[in-house]
């Protein structure tokens, strides 16, 4: 593949985000340069993952191989955006959580409405909206060219001392694992909101509706 990288193990998963921040990422004549990430592992691994019990109809594609789209439906409402990475067979993702609108400004005003600038992407639901993606663009490659969205290279690299680590927002399980990623200072990234638990009012394991892996927070940041 053109970016090896992607396909590091699974348990590598938190240097591969590291690595995407800055790149870019481009759909229906929007381009986004990524200022925030989160990490998520793999069957087993981590209890915050969408693919922590093993491959169902809609996580097979975080099964590889990697470089794929992984998109999913929150609460019925928003988009959220992954990146497949880590061998085949094992199951790793890269969320996109933020980004800065760099190309068809005027393409991501129209899916977003007059927000300002530094809003049109900044949270994974709206960066979706952003760039038009939706169900369409799901286990669809991201890096031949081939499929709805396209990540390439950045033009302008990140310096590892400007990334800054943190815990992962909108999960209930393993919230506190340092795996969201971003750059220090940038106005993009979206706000820190604090994990805090839910009184449950029906049975069952506490497994939230949307399953985990950063869904809650795709739907406040739209």
Do not use: Q
Not at 71 to 80: D, I, K, N, P
Not at 107 to 122: N, Q, S, T, Y
């Amino acid at each position: 593949m053109d970016h090896p990288w992607l396909s590091a193990p699974a348990a590598d998963i938190a240097e591969t985000a590291r690595t995407l921040l800055g790149w870019e990422v481009t759909a229906n004549g929007v381009r986004i340069r990524l200022t925030e990430v989160e990490a998520y592992a793999g069957t087993g691994e981590d209890p915050a993952s969408h693919a922590h019990r093993g491959p169902t109809p809609r996580t097979t594609v975080m099964f590889g191989p990697a470089g794929y789209a992984y998109t999913y439906f929150v609460f019925g409402v928003h988009w959220c955006l992954n990146v497949v990475c880590g061998r085949a067979g094992e199951a790793a993702a890269v969320l996109l959580r933020a980004g800065e609108v760099v190309d068809g400004l005027d393409i991501a005003r129209k899916h977003r409405g007059e927000v300002p600038h530094r809003d049109l992407a900044r949270g994974p639901a709206r960066l979706a909206v952003a760039l038009g993606v939706g169900a369409d663009a799901n286990g669809t490659s991201m890096i031949d060219g081939r499929g709805p969205v396209l990540l390439t290279p950045p033009t302008r690299p990140v310096l590892p001392v400007a990334v800054s680590a943190g815990p992962r927002v909108g999960v209930a399980a393993a919230h506190d694992v340092p795996w969201r990623f971003w750059i220090t200072g940038d106005p993009t990234v979206s706000p820190y909101r604090r994990h805090v638990p839910r009184r449950r009012t029906t049975g069952g394991h506490g497994e939230r509706r949307d399953g985990g892996h950063g869904g809650r927070t795709g739907s406040r940041n739209s």
